[in-house]
């Protein structure tokens, strides 16, 4: 998309850092252009949304304008333009981001364990997810934020580093090839930068470079179960408590909908609905 494309309000925004910066019609072309819209729809989105940006609106504001256009187009649409957000409500403690990403190794072919304590060469560490096969073996460090905004710096990736380096020395180090580090936000540029230096594996919002974790959420269909509308939010909850992270999981879980609350009419129009986005159609 051309920078001609759009007409730039020069007006500052408010991000959810507190922070102000310039409102960008490309910025907010770029975040839709992934949810599969046809390009018109989305250009035409885009106008829209901009042509009600004031001074001093804020990016929630401008993400909510936008999210209701999208999903009045299509509620497959609107699950992949809100997937941050949907990840973000797995929160607000980091368990049940990790077990989604415990979930994205099973899917590499990894049997997974999530929060078990290992001993290092010095002191004993909880480890968030083990994944391992005969052969191989992997340490998994989560990091969690409440929001979006939050990036991952140098300390934590040091933080990590340096737990690896103790437990591959220790009684439980043995077949361990790496450590990851997987977060729910982006990492900075030392952060990075360190990671390619070292060994030390990224997932996360912009890592790796050629495929983000997001993105492998999508090619994996690992999409969490707070990605759908239908579903009340103590339903979301009780699922969550239940270590029932993802859509695709659900798809096994019409009794315990039951329980919940949900009638057969509900359930079949939800499970439509999953199938819909695991398969790839709007």
Same mark, same amino acid.
């Given at each position: 998309?051309?920078?001609?494309?759009?007409?730039?309000?020069?007006?500052?925004?408010?991000?959810?850092?507190?922070?102000?910066?310039?409102?960008?019609?490309?910025?907010?072309?770029?975040?839709?252009?992934?949810?599969?819209?046809?390009? +018109?729809?989305?250009?035409?989105?885009? /106008?829209?949304?901009?042509?009600?940006?004031?001074k001093?609106?804020t990016?929630?504001?401008?993400?909510?304008?936008?999210?209701?256009?999208?999903?009045?187009?299509?509620?497959?649409?609107?699950?992949?333009y809100?997937?941050?957000?949907?990840? =973000?409500?797995?929160?607000?403690?980091?368990?049940?981001f990790?077990?989604?990403?415990?979930?994205?190794?099973?899917? =590499?072919?990894?049997?997974? /364990?999530?929060?078990?304590?290992?001993?290092?060469?010095?002191?004993?560490?909880?480890?968030?997810?083990? %994944?391992?096969?005969?052969?191989?073996?992997?340490?998994?460090?989560?990091?969690?934020?409440?929001?979006?905004?939050?990036?991952?710096?140098?300390?934590?990736?040091?933080?990590?580093?340096?737990?690896?380096?103790?437990?591959? %020395?220790?009684?439980?180090?043995? +077949?361990?090839?790496?450590?990851?580090? %997987?977060?729910?936000?982006?990492?900075?540029?030392?952060?990075?930068?360190?990671?390619?230096?070292?060994?030390?594996?990224?997932?996360?919002? +912009?890592?790796?470079?050629?495929?983000?974790?997001?993105?492998?959420?999508?090619?994996?269909?690992?999409?969490?179960?707070t990605?759908?509308?239908?579903?009340?939010?103590?339903v979301?909850?009780?699922?969550?408590k239940?270590?029932?992270?993802?859509?695709? /999981?659900?798809?096994?879980?019409k009794?315990?909908?039951l329980?919940?609350?949900?009638d057969?009419?509900?359930?079949?129009?939800?499970?439509?609905?999953?199938?819909?986005?695991?398969?790839?159609? /709007?």
């Open positions: 998309m051309s920078k001609s494309s759009f007409k730039r309000k020069n007006i500052n925004i408010i991000k959810s850092t507190g922070a102000a910066e310039k409102f960008s019609p490309i910025k907010l072309h770029n975040s839709l252009r992934h949810c599969g819209l046809p390009v +018109n729809k989305t250009k035409s989105i885009v /106008q829209e949304v901009t042509r009600h940006v004031k001093g609106s990016t929630k504001e401008i993400y909510s304008k936008a999210f209701k256009l999208v999903r009045n187009e299509s509620s497959i649409a609107a699950i992949h809100s997937l941050k957000r949907a990840i =973000l409500d797995l929160g607000p403690s980091g368990h049940a990790e077990h989604l990403v415990s979930k994205y190794f099973e899917e =590499l072919g990894y049997s997974t /364990q999530v929060g078990v304590l290992l001993g290092g060469e010095f002191v004993k560490h909880e480890v968030d997810v083990i %994944a391992q096969t005969s052969s191989e073996k992997y340490y998994v460090e989560c990091k969690f934020h409440n929001q979006v905004g939050k990036k991952n710096d140098i300390k934590i990736a040091l933080y990590v580093k340096a737990r690896w380096d103790d437990l591959k %020395a220790g009684e439980d180090g043995s +077949n361990l090839l790496g450590f990851y580090l %997987a977060s729910n936000t982006a990492f900075t540029k030392d952060v990075l930068d360190y990671a390619a230096g070292t060994g030390l594996r990224l997932l996360g919002l +912009n890592a790796p470079k050629d495929e983000p974790f997001i993105e492998k959420i999508k090619r994996y269909n690992l999409y969490p179960v990605s759908l509308r239908r579903l009340k939010k103590y979301k909850a009780e699922l969550i239940s270590n029932i992270v993802t859509c695709k /999981q659900l798809l096994n879980e009794a315990f909908l329980e919940l609350g949900l057969t009419n509900d359930i079949e129009l939800l499970f439509k609905e999953i199938h819909l986005l695991l398969e790839g159609r /709007q």
